[in-house]
């Protein structure tokens, strides 16, 4: 059985830094962080393989955010820097128990319930 369990969502102004983090329990081949904005689909950020811990991150958010995993710990993290009010939006981490080459949602079995976060200006 799958669980994910977001945490470190917050409030922050424009320019500021949030880590958001996953706790994962049970096996999975690819984590992934995704953001749902009101009114808007949601949009893979970033990904990274349990095994390898190979990346990769979405073009829109390149520079500014980093995936990174601790396996001893179980836990997956989304490094935020630079934030923008456009970066609002509910965060949810995410897992497949194949390896996954795309950010298509459906190729995610398991999902968290999601963390907010708000970027004022």
């Known amino acids: 059985q799958v669980q994910l369990v977001e945490s470190g969502g917050g409030s922050v102004q424009a320019g500021g830094s949030l880590r958001l983090s996953c706790a994962v329990s049970g096996n999975t081949m690819t984590r992934a962080w995704f953001r749902q904005a009101p009114g808007k689909e949601r949009e893979g950020l970033a990904r990274?393989?349990?095994?390898?811990?190979?990346?990769v991150v979405a073009t829109s958010v390149k520079n500014r955010f980093a995936i990174s995993q601790d396996n001893a710990k179980n836990t997956v993290y989304l490094q935020m820097n630079s934030l923008k009010p456009e970066d609002t939006g509910l965060y949810y981490c995410?897992?497949?128990?194949?390896?996954?080459?795309?950010?298509?949602?459906?190729?995610?079995?398991?999902w968290g319930q999601g963390t907010q976060v708000t970027v004022s200006s």
């Open positions: 995410a897992a497949a128990s194949r390896v996954s080459i795309s950010f298509n949602p459906a190729a995610f079995g398991y």
């Open positions: 990274i393989h349990a095994s390898t811990g190979g990346t």
